[in-house]
């Protein structure tokens, strides 16, 4: 396995030069928005992908949820994706990714929670189909069409203004994944209809946090074509000799309730 693939636990010794430590899952768009901030902020990590099928249960004592991205910093354990990022740009302000002014980053928060209470459960349901449903794919449609609308009225080439910020890294990890469901479904997000929003899917390609983090597109294929039948490969890309298999809970991608608890002795 690769470093990143080897267990370590949240008190073991961090490598040389790192600042703080980050449970992640390579194909996990939550995770992403973490290591887009740290990436961002140039914040050297030592990161360690877990397997989602088969966490150790000390997991559970650093989030209880058994759901990544968790950040170990200074002995103290963060979780949750929106939380973990802010939590990454308050105590790293350098640079500042948050715009100062009060309703500047009143909108941010709106832009990407929109995006994270319409457009993620959109995106799933779409893509949990496995081809171009008409009801679901109008759903993500009219998401898409808020977003672009937002970036309309501000008359800004990104969600956090002029610059690429918070909102932008939030909202990222999805668009990244849509050529995807195009692989899978066959839906499309086109330029004639989407044009401010396809311009900004083109800069933000040219982003260094957004290269570094980036995924390869396969993988991804990959990933979410076993995903969406069922049977998940959570250590997708990484050296292994056994894959366990696991049943999805619903369309928002949850899994199996018996994973997000520990083990017992009569666990198998």
Known sequence: MSDEDTLRLPADPLP????????????????????????????????????LNNKPNWFFDINPNG??????????????SLICAEYVEEAFPTPQLYTTDPVSRAWEKIYYNH????????????????????????????????????????????????????????????????PMMGEITGY??????FPLLTAWVDRMWKDPAVLDCKIDKQLFVDHYSKYRTGKPDFTIG??????????????DGLRDPSTRFRKTENST
């Open 67 to 80: 759901e990544v991205p968790v950040i170990i910093h200074n002995g103290q354990n963060i979780y949750q």
């Open 188 to 193: 499309e997000m086109k330029k004639e209809e």
């Open 16 to 51: 040389d030069g790192c600042i703080l430590r980050l449970y992640s899952m390579r194909m996990c768009p939550y995770a992403q928005r973490a290591r887009l901030v740290l990436s961002a902020k140039n914040i050297k990590y030592d990161r360690i992908n877990i397997d």
């Open 238 to 251: 990484a050296k292994k000799s056994k894959v366990i298999d696991e049943p999805l809970e619903n369309l």
């Open 115 to 178: 995006w994270n209470s319409k457009g993620n459960p959109a995106f799933y349901s779409l893509m949990l189909t496995g081809c171009l449903d008409p009801v679901q794919s109008k759903r993500l449609t009219e998401v898409l069409e808020v977003m672009e609308g937002f970036l309309k009225v501000s008359g800004k080439p990104y969600y956090s203004g002029d610059r690429i910020g918070f909102a932008d890294y939030m909202t990222w990890p999805w668009f990244e994944r849509m």
